[in-house]
């Protein structure tokens, strides 16, 4: 491409390819040495780039179905439940059928269309069809029309956005190894219970637990709050009301910053609560970092005894606890009250537990730290996203805006 910016259907940048998932039936057909996404790998995926999902397939299972083994840099598109999930393949992958990935022809960058895809979002789920979930058809997406400016100006856009998104993910990265630290303590002292084996081991119906602990449920040491809705004329984004998380959506980061808010709210969530995903997933988990309204889809916990992190990371300590939940949902899993309560666990004495938020409260200070910083990044990226990628701000200006921002 050379000249101006000019209006092109994407089956003239790219050759679209769909994925295929092997017969499950045939275990010789999984866990291989290839790469394979479904749609819920991206689902809460904050990178830009991805090496592998969930689980890889097997040259068995490639050439059985109809996944195509995509090269690096092509850009993995959601196309069915749901539509717009965006990522660029860092290394030769596959996918299900619920993407259509595009492998660009020469001229055309990654990243561009890697943010010019993540900014029609609500375009690309326009243009799916279908009762159950909606889907977008490889035909449809072959004739959607974009602006593209020459490659040389897709690259300075991309790496503007490229370089807020560089430094969002840094902090990303800060509080994955935070979190792992705290995690890593949880694991020795609840899981192994490393510092307490002098004391002796007893028998409990959850296994062998240190003298003086006990086999209990989440119910005993919690308080529960199980969101409700208010009516939907009454959110806004604008600011005007008390924050308010409807469900995994509005999570985003460890300590959410609300984009919701809400000027008839129903249940309660207080600062340090744990917020549980209840439905549709089941089991993904955030901390409130204020005082918040819950929706439906969400419950807040709380330790009855004191406040602290020690729900979250004992919610999160065996995420195929949650795996129960999701089967039982005709269309989407879900959980109840009762089943939060009921939530079987290994409860330690209360000084533990206090000891234990103590050593992990600086940690988990830094990384409320590090969520601050990531909104007005984020704010700042979406802001001059779609002004770049449809012209109305050009490069240079971009670079003196975020210059003075970050």
Known sequence: MSGEWCELPLDDVATVIGGGTPSTKDEGNFNGSIPWLTPKDLSGYPYRYISRGERNISEKGLMSSSARLLPEGAVLLTTRAPVGYVAIASNSVTTNQGFRSLV?????????????????????????????????????????????????????????????????????????????????????????????????????????????????????????????????????????????????????????????????????????????????????????SERCAVGRGVAALRLKSHGGSFPYYLLKSDPSNWEKFEAQGTVFGAVTKADVHGFETILPPLNIVGQFNQIVEPLDAKIELNDREFHPLATIRDTLMPKLLSGEIRVKDAEKFVEVKI
């Open 104 to 288: 660009l022809q020469e001229g055309f960058h990654p990243e561009f269309v890697y943010y010019l895809l993540k900014s029609k979002t609500d375009l690309l789920k326009a243009h799916a069809s279908g009762t159950t979930f909606g889907e977008l058809s490889g035909t449809t997406l072959k004739g959607l029309r974009f602006m593209f400016p020459p490659l040389l100006e897709q690259r300075a856009i991309a790496a503007i956005l490229g370089a807020v998104d560089d430094k969002i993910e840094l902090n990303r990265r800060m509080n994955e190894t935070l979190e792992a630290m705290a995690q890593a303590l949880f694991k020795s002292w609840f899981v192994d219970f490393e510092p307490f084996r002098d004391q002796g081991t007893q028998d409990s119906p959850l296994g062998q637990i240190p003298k003086e602990w006990r086999a209990g449920t989440v119910g005993e040491i919690c308080d529960i709050v199980m969101g409700q809705s208010p009516p939907g004329e009454t959110y806004n984004e604008l600011g005007n009301g008390t924050p308010f998380y409807q469900g995994i959506r509005d999570f985003g980061f460890r300590f959410p910053t609300s984009r919701v808010f809400c000027t008839a709210p129903k249940r309660f969530a207080q600062k340090g609560d744990v917020l549980l995903s209840v439905r549709a997933p089941v089991g993904s988990l955030n901390m409130a």
